[in-house]
């Protein structure tokens, strides 16, 4: 299923762990900032919807994508920190660069995870055009940072 057959901010909320204590990071690249902010805002907007307090969300900025492994990593090695979101957006270009930061980004932020044991979201969008990146991120497809965030949130009441 795309995102196309399904809104990426609409999802199930039955049984949602209690994340009033919990800790995010949120990573945010800074490429593609237009889409970026947006995707953060959706992302930022959910955790404090479902009971995360403000001052227990943390931003941290990246130049670009591929750095978002380096950034997750900066905080999931803190004990403070519960869960990890990462935010991009890499629009296909010219050359085949996009594919050379998607499967770094996407190898590196499960490295992350699996190292320091801790629930590190993959919320990069890999379009193909602008406006893809648009639609997904509070366009006719949803915002991909509402889902990261839910997914964090989801993730948490398996640590
Ligand atoms: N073209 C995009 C990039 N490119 C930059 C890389 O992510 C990286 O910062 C650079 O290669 C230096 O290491 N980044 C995005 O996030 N989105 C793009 O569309
Ligand atoms: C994903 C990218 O880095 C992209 O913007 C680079 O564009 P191009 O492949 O045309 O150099």
Redesign the pocket.
């Given at each position: 299923m795309s995102s196309a057959d399904k809104n990426l901010s609409v999802f199930s909320t039955d049984g949602l762990p209690d994340i009033s204590q919990a800790t995010f990071a949120i990573v945010v690249?800074e490429?593609?900032h237009e889409i970026t902010e947006k995707l953060f805002e959706g992302a930022h907007a959910t955790l404090i919807r479902y009971g995360a307090k403000p001052e227990n969300i943390i931003r941290a900025n990246v130049?670009?994508?591929?750095?978002l492994s380096f950034g997750a990593q900066v905080f999931a090695r803190k004990i403070e920190v519960d869960a990890v979101i990462a935010l991009?957006?890499?629009?296909q270009?010219e050359t085949k660069?996009?594919d050379y930061?998607n499967h770094a980004v996407a190898h590196g932020l499960t490295q992350v995870s699996l190292t320091y044991h801790k629930p590190v979201i993959f919320g990069v969008l890999t379009p193909n055009s602008q406006e893809q990146a648009l639609d997904r991120a509070g366009g006719k497809h949803g915002n991909k940072g509402d889902e990261a965030a839910m997914t964090a949130i989801k993730m948490l009441s398996l640590v």
């Open positions: 690249a490429w593609n130049p670009g994508s591929y750095e991009g957006c890499v629009i270009g660069h996009n930061i």
